[in-house]
């Protein structure tokens, strides 16, 4: 058995096709241009390749927005202030400060004194809140999770990614490796809910896991998302699964450029040979988280047309 890519590049694709359409309609009908502003703190390089790559994107789509680079000494009471104008201007429609932030600031704090109507990346406690409470959506699209908010871009990504490649969730043993509040918490969430694209059976396990094979060999979808470089071996995982690979590691590779190469969380050539599908590294869910984010933004804009009654109810 040699499985199926689960190709994020190609969904990404479609959904950022169906984000400018929704962008240029915007502009049409209600005169609104959908934004996103950047907020980016110190020098740290994966994070400035991350932050390009978003506003480049965005961009790209049609979409308005800024990025904002910051020093690495920037304060924290400096950084609420960016936070809190962003917040009162109305052009805005969605803001994501970008993560890590340096160790002097207080990363919960930042994140709580975004707008809840602006998070797009639905980091903060209400929106989290939301989401647990079958109140946050994942997209606008069809056989999208029905839910009226923001839920965190790749646990939205990742739904989006098996629903686009006809991957069924209902009834499914779904598990989860890792319970970050960026992926594994949030994305158990959206899996277990009440409603089409969802009602999943879902086990997180995490470092204090006994026996850990003996829950992702039980699994029908494995979604691996713990930063640990192929972790996730073929002996771990069940003929006919569907993996998930969200990691993102560095490895030593002196015949590669640079040196190094991009790895997941998973073993990808031997696992492959077991699965019924996976997705790639890179090229799987990295896209996607992109694309979901901008999706929010759309979103976001929406939702203050609404509220300064400027659109439909």
Known sequence: MTARLLDGKAASAAIRKEVADGIAALRKERGIAPSLTIVLVGRDPASQVYTRSKAR???????????????EETSQEELLGVVGRLNRDAVVHGILVQLPLPPHIDAGKILESVDPAKDVD???PLNAGRLLLARARTASGP???????????TPAGIVELLRRHQVPIGGREVGILGRSNIVGKPLA?????K??????????????????SSHTRRADIVIAAMGSPRFVKADMVRDGVVVIDVGI????????????????????????????????????????????????????????????????T
Not at 195 to 209: E, M
Not at 268 to 273: E, L, P, T
Not at 276 to 283: E, F, L, Y
């Open 122 to 124: 639905g980091f903060h």
């Open 189 to 193: 969430a959206l899996l277990m809910q």
């Open 249 to 312: 590691n560095r490895i030593a590779d002196p015949t590669a450029k640079g040196g190094y190469r991009t790895v997941g969380d998973v073993d990808f050539d031997a696992v492959r040979r077991k699965a019924k599908a996976i997705s790639p590294v890179p090229g799987g869910v990295g896209p996607m988280t992109i694309a979901m984010l901008l999706s929010n933004t759309v979103r976001a804009a929406e939702l203050a047309s609404r509220a300064a009654g400027t659109g439909p």
């Open 143 to 153: 056989g999208a999770i029905p839910f009226p908010g923001f839920a965190p871009c």
């Open 195 to 212: 409603a089409r694209g969802a009602n999943a059976t879902v086990t997180v396990a995490h470092s204090a896991t006994r026996d850990l």
């Open 57 to 71: 994107t965005s961009r790209e789509v049609g979409m308005g927005g800024d990025l904002i680079q910051l020093p």
